[in-house]
């Protein structure tokens, strides 16, 4: 039976191949049926092999389909460990509540049938990514995702915005691939193998310099998929997809690739420091330019963009500071109540009539009870309230950060990790403020906007909120610091890999008081703006705030200007040079040099065939002249050499 | 059989094949003569006797297996794994034409059993030559199966240009022989042997650094005799021109046998008699080499008659083979390897060209295929999958043979070989791709008059292609057989 995780990967690419071939003849009805039963067998599967890989004591299985050669080592091989069992189930398991909220919110769409092929093979690729047992595999899986990722996001293609988002993704996260490639061949030049396996356990026999290059060609690749500054800009524009495919690829799993690559490498990546700061610096920079960017966005999905930026900084920070199995943790949290989030997001924009701004919304929490209530679940646990799933994970990471500050040999570095773990807690700080912002702005600020027509979303929508909701209350508890769950599941994956474990006792307790305090007080300072209405209600006087406040609200909305300097620099830029490339470099020198060998090649064929008499009296010339030239080369040769 | 082989003071099934090919020929000859026999008895006697000959060839691996390497009839015929595979080879290629050659006969009126024997015997003489350990043997077996060639090749009497390539085939080839004969006769007189191993032997006696310079020359005519049969440059003038002007479903079969064992001659020579000399010998393959692929490709490029463009593609690829026989054990194994994979591709266009333009036909100009896939996808795809293969293209076998001849010559650090033999590559996809665009690719008017395909030619076409196909995405058979062959020479 050790075979059977293969087949949830499968699975999906069969549905979408039997929907794609099927999709003049099904209606929604049947298109509905088979891909919510696919989706079901397929974590009904999943679930089966993860139990029974969990009883036999998370030993991973590993399998080879085929290989093409040995010597390098090419083989296409998948395998079920701790680490991809977790992201195995977890895929599956969002994969079958999305779909079924996708059911009705993509009913009456003119592609109907096309969403879920898209999205089946969107499942499939990612499903490839996490259970590959090497690099090749994977980077099949990282490029396929990126495929169906574009596909989802331009959609509804005949929006201009929507075209247009799904080629800045796509070219956004080439650069990314670019560098995983690079990243990719270094590996096979160096290992003569693409099996993870293998490479980790000759890690330790390669020089740093070459791990720390290997590890910043891979982190390139994590940070276009994982949308890290500066290559993140793409995923706010992704949400001009449909929100569901949203909530799957562009918060739960898809952006999360370059977090489980990173860890998937861990073994590898422990031994180079520089990587390490690196990884937390940009974490940490991405983060914090995320959460202020969300504090100032109208549009709810782009809010919640944001806050998905910022919240895979976090897990780079963790990775950063080698807290590799509180990046996966705060992975699974983060899945589910952001999925809840985008769903929620989702159900909202459904009632509203595919209406995005939140100004025009506001006092929907009468008309949409349960949504509100899922969705102020989703935002408690995001700002990290006790005892919700986000509290459990965004807490370790912060611990972890303090606690690679204590172990830091050098005062230098000390202080530097205090002081990242200072700046996360700010983030965290600014993530509990735009969430409660967020909330408040759709559910509770009075606008004076008439809703008595907005109803509840169908039940095929709540539902699946209710599901994750429950998650995202209880999803925490399988990693806190009284039960290690996580840990013992991912111990065989990070063999060998010194993780970063929590402070103890006390320092433990201050911790865990601090963050939560971070996450109270952002919403309290968003309940006393957004709520309160505290602005209107005290007078400051002579205090000029105005232009301070529009000064910040000027700068989060508009991203710190980074896309406009990127847009002027690069854009432009690169346009201006790349003509110039073209006309000189491309058209003169290396067209013409291409031209002027095949025509000299020709001429020379030409020329030669002449030779080609036909006679053989030419011939029996040629044979004896040639024989003669022949020998007296073989003659003559060794004389020239002595 | 043991007992039987003392009564008789010969061992029979060293030669088996070879006899057996001779009786069915003999067979043929006296019941043709004598009766007057329908076509399908004639078809079904070769094909029996084809089919006893790969019995015979099983049997020939029995007896490597109790005897080992082994030599018989006072060493003249050896018995080893280079002899095994090219018997292997050799009743494939017998197996695999069969069909075309068969229907190219039967349209030969009155002379249709004169054909049947003319290729039995030609096969049953180039048997012998993969079997020779002596070099007299060798070239009685290189005559008996060239002179069959010649005749064959003129067979179609009303076709001029048939005649034309039969004569011009003839006189070459006679001077060929001379050559290698005068080859023989020079090894003879300088180290008075004439044997395979005899030679190794001699040059270990005397010191790599003794050898005179008569038996030097003597083994380069030696192997310049048989680089003409291959149609390596400079010494390949001849194909193009009997390619051509040969009957179409006879080409193929001519030009796989030839190949075989004149490869797998050249390569027990490489690995047994001039093992310890066979530095001496580099700068000369490497001119070979370098002209073949070059000459090959120059010539090529401007063909507009496939059968010609397929002639200096074999050039080509007698130059890639050759970069593994003349460089070391493993190179020799991935030669054999390319061959075969070769070998396979080369049938199956031969007999995809007989379909097209029938068997008899001599011309056969690129435009033919033009609209080839309105009227027959089959064969458009095949076509395309064996020129693929031939051009080197990834996932068929053509690719995975270049690449291990490739790493090998890399690992001698031949880099200007290398560079060579893959730019001949890329200059190949120019030529090679030509008739798939034709064919597939470009719109046309004029159609195809209607193709009739057999279910024995579908048969066999679409094997030949699923073994390109899966010999390169699973080589790993065939290369340990060929590695298997060259274990005891490293």
Known sequence: MDFLFILPIFLPLLTAIFLFLNRKIFNELVTNFFTLNSALLSFAISFFAFVTFALDKFKPISITLYQWTRTPDITIGFTLDGLSGVMLLLVTGLSFVIQLFSTSYMEKDEKHSNYFVYFNFFVFSMLLLVMSSNFLVMFFGWELVGLSSYLLISFWSQKPAAAKAGNKAFVINRIGDFGFLIGLMIILNTFNTFDFHTVMQSSTNVSENTITTISLFLLLGAFGKSAQFPLFSWLPDAMEGPTPASALIHAATMVTAGVFMLVRISPMLQHSATASIVIISFGLLTALIAAFSAMNQYDIKKVLAYSTISQLGFMFIAIGAGAYVAAIFHLVTHAFFKALLFLGAGAVIHSMHHEQDMRKMGGLRKRMPITAGMMGIGTLAISGIPPLAGFWSKDEILASVFAKAGMANELVFSIMYYLFWALTLGAALLTAFYMGRHWLLIFEKDNGIDHSEVQEAPKAMTRPLILLGIFSIFIGFINTPFFHGLEKVLHETLENVEVTHLPEGIALVILAVLSIGAGFTGLIIAFLIFGFQLHKRINLGKFKLESPINLVKDLSSNVLYLNKFGNVFFVSGMKNFSRKVAVVVDGLIIDGSVNFISSAFGKTSKITSATQTGLVRNYVVYFGLFLILLISLFIFTPLVAQ | ?490
Request: charge should be neutral; proline fraction near 2%; aromatic fraction near 14%.
């Open chain 2, 1 to 490: 059989m043991t007992g039987i082989s003392d009564i008789l003071g010969f061992n029979f099934v060293v030669i088996g094949p070879t006899l057996t090919l001779l009786a069915t020929a003999l067979i043929l000859l006296f019941v043709t003569i004598t009766i007057s026999t329908p076509t399908f008895v004639k078809k079904y006697v070769t094909l029996f006797g084809i089919l006893s000959t790969v019995f015979a060839v099983f049997l020939k691996f029995g007896l490597f297996l109790s005897d080992g390497v082994s030599s018989y009839f006072s060493e003249k015929i050896l018995l080893d794994e280079f002899a095994l595979v090219g018997n292997v080879l050799i009743v494939l290629v017998l197996l695999f034409t069969f069909n075309s050659f068969w229907k190219t006969s039967s349209q030969i009126d009155n002379k249709t059993t004169e054909a049947l024997i003319l290729i039995l015997m030609s096969a049953s003489g180039f048997l012998l030559m993969v079997d020779s350990e002596n070099f007299i043997m060798l070239f009685i077996g290189l005559e008996i199966g060239s002179i069959s060639l010649y005749a064959l090749a003129g067979l179609n009497r009303g076709d001029q240009l048939s005649n034309e390539a039969s004569l011009k085939y003839f006189l070459l080839g006679s001077l060929a022989s001379c050559i290698l004969i005068y080859g023989i006769a020079l090894v003879y007189v300088s180290l008075s042997i004439s044997g395979v191993y005899e030679t190794s032997i001699a040059i270990s006696f005397i010191g790599p650094e003794n050898v005179p310079l008569t038996s030097l020359i003597g083994l380069i005519l030696i192997i310049v005799g048989l680089l003409f049969k291959v149609a390596a440059a400079p010494f390949q003038a001849w194909a193009p021109d009997v390619y051509q002007g040969s009957p179409t479903g006879y080409v193929g079969y001519m030009a796989s046998v030839a190949k075989a064992s004149s490869f797998i001659v050249l390569a027990r020579l490489s690995a047994v008699s001039l093992n310890f000399i066979i530095d001496k010998f580099d700068l000369f393959f490497t001119a070979v080499i370098i002209l073949s692929v070059l000459l090959g490709a120059l010539f090529a490029t401007n063909q507009s008659d496939l059968k010609r463009l397929i002639a200096y593609s074999g050039v080509i690829q007698s130059g890639f083979i050759l970069s593994g026989i003349s460089f070391g054990v493993y190179g020799i194994s991935a030669s054999i390897f390319y061959l075969a994979t070769y070998i396979i591709q080369l049938i199956g266009v031969f007999t995809i060209f007989s379909i097209i333009s029938g068997q008899l036909s001599s011309n056969f100009a690129i435009s033919n295929l033009s609209g080839l896939f309105k009227e027959n996808k089959f064969l458009t795809i095949t076509f395309s999958i064996f020129m693929l293969g031939i051009a080197g293209l990834p996932l068929t076998s053509g690719f995975v043979s270049k690449f291990i001849l490739i790493t090998n010559l890399w690992s001698y650090e031949k880099y200007i070989l290398v560079t060579v033999l893959m730019l001949s590559t890329v200059a190949g996809f120019y030529f090679y791709l030509k008739p798939i665009w034709v064919a597939a690719v470009e719109k046309t008017d004029n159609t195809i008059e209607q193709i009739k395909i057999q279910n024995s030619d579908k048969l066999l076409i679409s094997t030949l292609a699923f073994l390109t196909i899966y010999l390169g995405l699973l080589p790993n058979t065939l290369v340990n057989i060929t590695r298997w062959m060259v274990e005891n020479y490293l």
